[in-house]
């Protein structure tokens, strides 16, 4: 068999892994990207199996929504609601594809993703605040309480 690979973007990283059926490069959505899971169509492509036989894979139970693990399974990530989408972490599936598939060569990278504009924003955020917290461990002005300036506040404004 061949081995292909197996990418999908998540939030800090990407996550993936190559078998020997796994195949073709995916991208998750926002709300994934978030959580570092994959969804069902994701993991459909890279095991390269019908959705239906993914389905069939899952472990799921109608009366429990989070049964316990099962290694013959590919078991999803916790749910709150039973209307919440399945999602995968990719160590699962890959686990699954090795284990239960017997897809030889199976392995999990984890590789830097582009820098967004919102984590260079949050990063210049994050050195505006150190800079600040630096000035103010510098400075010899130490803190006052809070209680004595609402006291002096209180007492200067007049009652209603």
Do not use: C, W
């Amino acid at each position: 068999m061949n081995p292909h690979s197996y990418a999908v973007g998540m939030g800090q990283g990407m996550a993936g892994f190559t078998g020997g059926e796994a195949s073709a490069e995916l991208a998750a959505n926002s709300s994934e990207q978030a959580e570092n899971l994959i969804g069902i169509d994701e993991v459909q492509r890279s095991l390269n199996r019908s959705r239906a036989s993914v389905y069939r894979y899952t472990n799921t139970d109608p009366r429990n929504l989070n049964p316990p693990f099962n290694p013959r399974k590919l078991n999803p990530e916790y749910r709150s609601d039973q209307k919440e989408p399945l999602m995968f972490h990719p160590n699962e599936v890959a686990r699954f594809a090795r284990d239960v598939l017997r897809i030889k060569e199976v392995t999990v990278e984890v590789l830097n993703s582009p820098s967004t504009a919102t984590q260079q924003l949050l990063g210049s955020i994050l050195d505006e605040l150190r800079s600040i917290r630096e000035l103010l461990d510098s400075s010899n002005i130490t803190p006052t309480p809070l209680d004595s300036r609402r006291e002096q506040h209180e007492q200067a404004r007049p009652a209603a």
